[in-house]
């Protein structure tokens, strides 16, 4: 069992910054991915972002590459997204993932069995 819990997000104007952590805890490893997922009103779930614990890979959609960054702090077991230059599109329910999924499904959202709990990000224009 994992247990994955968010904090940060809220309401910004269009150009801003937001960041966004999300603290694993529970059965963890090293072997895991932390994936970051988006969720509109009326839309499915998409990825965002995705970053491997061991060697610390990192995976961007190409609608948030060069905006967006996930780093992690080992000794925190949390993983960040820094959101910058945010617009309104970027508007959506963040979710945090955890699981192994290989390279090819890392941006799947079925690839991922552990999910905090959302946190609502609101660009205003």
């Known amino acids: 069992q994992v247990q994955l819990v968010q904090s940060g997000g809220g309401l910004v104007q269009a150009g801003g910054s937001l960041r966004l952590s999300c603290t694993a805890s529970?059965?963890?490893?090293?072997?895991?991915?932390m994936g970051w997922f988006r969720q509109s009103p009326g839309k499915e779930r998409q990825f965002v972002a995705a970053?491997?614990?061991?060697?610390?890979?990192?995976y961007y959609a190409d609608s948030v590459k060069g905006r967006f960054t996930v780093s992690r702090d080992n000794a925190k077991n949390t993983v960040y997204l820094q959101m910058n230059s945010l617009r309104p599109e970027d508007t959506a329910v963040y979710y945090c993932?955890?699981?192994?999924?290989?390279?090819?499904?890392?941006?799947?959202?079925?690839?991922?069995?552990?999910w905090g709990q959302g946190t609502q990000v609101t660009v205003s224009s």
């Open positions: 993932a955890a699981d192994m999924p290989p390279t090819s499904t890392i941006a799947t959202m079925r690839s991922y069995d552990w």
């Open positions: 529970g059965r963890t490893s090293s072997s895991y991915v």
């Open positions: 970053l491997r614990w061991n060697g610390g890979s990192t």
